[in-house]
């Protein structure tokens, strides 16, 4: 089932939201060459604690940081790492979620440390964030959830990029991961109908390669089989009665 927010849920999303891109905006300043990404994470997780919010990766499944945190040829759910050093020109994917008084807010940022290590780098981060906006401007009542994954794949398969297929946008709310599950490629036209009140992280995974992809030893980092870099975007949006509201890009 997809949950409609109240008025009060959608304050408290809202909040979540805006606290939590504040210090993903912030969080620039620390990607110099040579810091570590468990550096990062605990940087993340104090600026978090400092404004009431709970961050919701950790203890998820195991899990046991405040963030994840991906570089380079990992997709998603990179473990943060003493010992993963970022370097200049890396791609460096920074996933969070956190609650406010009970209610989540999730997004992901790509950044580069320094300059972009190739034009192709940059392309790829540009066309994630298109194919983001894309899906977003399909999140309006009248329309099927569907026409969200296919906007999605639309903006990306002419450039010929990979799209990662085994992981998804989700619905958000109490919970990190709700109902329904919304793909990155598709047909359009298929699954529920969009209402007013519906939450939800849109996400596309992107890669220079193709989509295959395996789990580290770490048991979580996502990483292409060809090595291929990855891109990673997230917003959490909320459907109105006119144009979606992007919660987490309101600080
Ligand atoms: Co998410």
């Given amino acids: 089932m997809i949950t409609i927010k109240n008025k009060v849920a959608v304050q408290k999303m809202t909040t979540a939201g805006g606290l939590l891109s504040d210090i993903i905006d912030r969080v620039a300043q620390l990607l110099r060459p040579g ?34 945190i991906s570089v ?3 997709i998603v759910h990179g473990v943060p790492d003493a ?14 979620c956190a609650a406010w008084k009970g209610y989540c807010a999730d ?3 790509c950044f580069f440390v320094g300059k972009p290590a190739s034009t192709q780098a940059e392309q790829l981060v540009k066309v994630a964030q298109q ?8 999140a309006v009542v009248g329309n099927r959830l569907s026409d969200i994954s296919a906007a999605i794949q639309q903006v990306v398969a002419p450039h010929g990029f990979g799209i990662i297929r085994d992981f998804a ?8 991961h709700e109902e329904p599950e919304i793909l990155n490629y598709g047909e359009p036209g298929r699954g ?10 849109l996400e596309p995974m992107i890669t220079l390669g193709d989509y295959n992809y395996y789990i580290a030893s770490d048991g979580w980092t996502v990483k292409t089989k060809d090595k291929s870099l990855a891109a990673h ?6 459907i109105t009665e006119e144009q979606p509201k992007i919660l987490t890009r309101c600080a």
């Fill in 192 to 201: 529920p109908l969009l209402r007013p009140g519906m939450t939800f992280a």
């Fill in 233 to 238: 975007v997230e917003d959490t949006i909320l």
């Fill in 83 to 96: 010992h993963k050093i970022i370097q200049e020109g890396d791609l460096v994917k920074i996933d969070v």
């Fill in 35 to 68: 810091t570590s990404t468990l550096s990062i994470d605990a940087w993340i997780e104090m600026q978090m604690r400092n404004v009431q919010l709970v961050p919701q990766t950790k203890g998820y499944m195991g899990y046991r940081h405040a963030s994840c």
């Fill in 131 to 138: 194919a983001l906006d894309a899906g977003i401007a399909k």
């Fill in 169 to 176: 946008g989700h619905g958000i709310g109490k919970r990190m």
């Fill in 107 to 109: 997004m992901t940022r």
């Fill in 72 to 74: 380079n040829d990992e």
